[in-house]
Every structure is written in structure tokens, then in C-alpha cells.
């Protein structure tokens, strides 16, 4: 559990679209090491096809180099919660940042996650499961104006309409 005080106040993750709510679910239960849980092979499997096991694996060892990499203890609340740390906002404007082809952003997104840890292999998993959400249509947002922008106007992807 979190202290009240970590949340981002506002945010509520059922109106930040499909790929948020999927992703953080999916990184919430692999921190907490819920792996085992059929649902979560199953889920991406159905998201992503063959290609989900990949992705669900990227998710793993992003969870697991920040939780063994970095040098401080990120706050997460449990995977079904409908709220949203300051730090898990913060994993979401990463991968948006990708999404959005916005390198520098990625890196201050990292930089502050890791806390001085290496931000090399995070960075690479965050690219890869950014990636492979938006060839799915699985836009990342970090704030609900960001979703319903989204929607008005497609994603930002340097005049591209995908990632591919």
C-alpha cells in the first residue's frame, strides 16, 4: 500500500486509455511478482498475438531493473487500483515520450526512476514495450488531456501515423 501523499491527485487511470491501464497493470504485477497469474500471458497474448510474450518479458525485466538497478524504492499501489503514483505517472510519460518520439523526455523520465542507477537497459525495454504497444494501437497518456488530445488528433509520431 501507498501513502496517500505518492498519489497523483486527479489522475484516474480508467481515463487514460487502454494502453495505460494495460501497461501499468501489467508492470504492477510483475513488481509485486505476480507472474505466475494465467491472466497475464493470457492478456497479452490476446493484445499483442504472438509477439506477447516479448513484450510481457520487456515488462518483466523493466520491473526488474528498477527494482534491482535503481537507487531508490519506487512507490506502486496494487495492480488493480485505479490510482497512480508519482512514480508510476512517471513510467507512463516515459513510454509516452517514446510513443511521441521524445528522447530527451525518456532519458529525464529514467534518469529520475533509476536515481542514479544505470538508465541503459530501462531506456531499451521502455523503447521496445513502447513500440510494440503503438503497432497495436496501444497509446501510453500520463494525463487524461493527453487522451481525449489523442483522440481529436491521432498520435504524435513525427508526422507518422505508427511506429512501423
Given at each position: 500500500?501507498?501513502?496517500?501523499?505518492?498519489?497523483v491527485g486527479?489522475?484516474?487511470?480508467?481515463?487514460?486509455?487502454?494502453?495505460?491501464?494495460?501497461?501499468?497493470?501489467?508492470?504492477?504485477?510483475?513488481?509485486?511478482?505476480?507472474?505466475?497469474?494465467?491472466?497475464?500471458?493470457?492478456?497479452?497474448?490476446?493484445?499483442?498475438?504472438?509477439?506477447?510474450?516479448?513484450?510481457?518479458?520487456?515488462?518483466?525485466?523493466?520491473?526488474?531493473?528498477?527494482?534491482?538497478?535503481?537507487?531508490?524504492?519506487?512507490?506502486?499501489?496494487?495492480?488493480?487500483?485505479?490510482?497512480?503514483?508519482?512514480?508510476?505517472?512517471?513510467?507512463?510519460?516515459?513510454?509516452?515520450?517514446?510513443?511521441?518520439?521524445?528522447?530527451?523526455?525518456?532519458?529525464?523520465?529514467?534518469?529520475?526512476?533509476?536515481?542514479?542507477?544505470?538508465?541503459?537497459?530501462?531506456?531499451?525495454?521502455?523503447?521496445?514495450?513502447?513500440?510494440?504497444?503503438?503497432?497495436?494501437?496501444?497509446?501510453?497518456?500520463?494525463?487524461?488531456?493527453?487522451?481525449?488530445?489523442?483522440v481529436q488528433?491521432?498520435?504524435?509520431?513525427?508526422?507518422?501515423?505508427?511506429?512501423?
Amino acid at each position: 500500500m501507498t501513502e496517500p501523499s505518492n498519489i497523483v491527485g486527479g489522475l484516474d487511470l480508467n481515463k487514460l486509455g487502454e494502453g495505460s491501464a494495460l501497461l501499468l497493470w501489467a508492470f504492477r504485477s510483475c513488481a509485486c511478482g505476480w507472474t505466475k497469474c494465467s491472466c497475464l500471458p493470457a492478456m497479452f497474448d490476446h493484445h499483442f498475438g504472438e509477439q506477447g510474450p516479448d513484450v510481457l518479458r520487456h515488462i518483466l525485466v523493466l520491473a526488474q531493473v528498477i527494482g534491482s538497478g535503481g537507487h531508490r524504492k519506487i512507490t506502486l499501489v496494487n495492480p488493480n487500483s485505479a490510482r497512480v503514483t508519482h512514480d508510476e505517472a512517471s513510467l507512463l510519460r516515459s513510454v509516452e515520450a517514446v510513443q511521441n518520439g521524445h528522447v530527451a523526455s525518456l532519458s529525464a523520465q529514467m534518469t529520475w526512476l533509476m536515481a542514479g542507477g544505470s538508465i541503459t537497459v530501462p531506456s531499451w525495454a521502455v523503447s521496445s514495450i513502447a513500440k510494440a504497444f503503438a503497432q497495436k494501437g496501444l497509446f501510453v497518456r500520463s494525463k487524461c488531456e493527453s487522451l481525449k488530445e489523442a483522440v481529436q488528433n491521432g498520435p504524435e509520431l513525427k508526422g507518422k501515423k505508427s511506429l512501423r
